[in-house]
């Protein structure tokens, strides 16, 4: 798993195929940050994972699965 951080931060831990991951970015334009906490799986290349999100004092659940290229 690669977390793409233009602007922020990343890590993750993984045992076996389950990971957690934090990601934190500060959005400078509008002035609010994006943080992530998820966990999930991945299998092969296929990918589930859940948490929550901050942005713009918001708190809001995430959900994502697919494939990884």
């Given at each position: ?11 993750y831990?993984?045992v ?6 934090v ?7 509008l002035g ?10 991945a299998?092969?290349?296929y ?6 999100a901050?942005y713009?004092h ?6 994502m ?5």
């Amino acid at each position: 798993m690669v977390l793409d951080c233009l602007d922020g931060f990343g890590t993750y831990l993984s045992v076996g195929n389950i990971f957690t991951a934090v990601y934190w970015s500060n959005n400078y334009y509008l002035g609010y940050g994006l943080g992530m906490i998820l966990t999930g799986f991945a299998v092969d290349s296929y990918i589930v994972a859940g948490g929550l999100a901050y942005y713009g004092h918001v708190i809001s659940t995430v959900v994502m699965s697919g494939y990884i290229l």
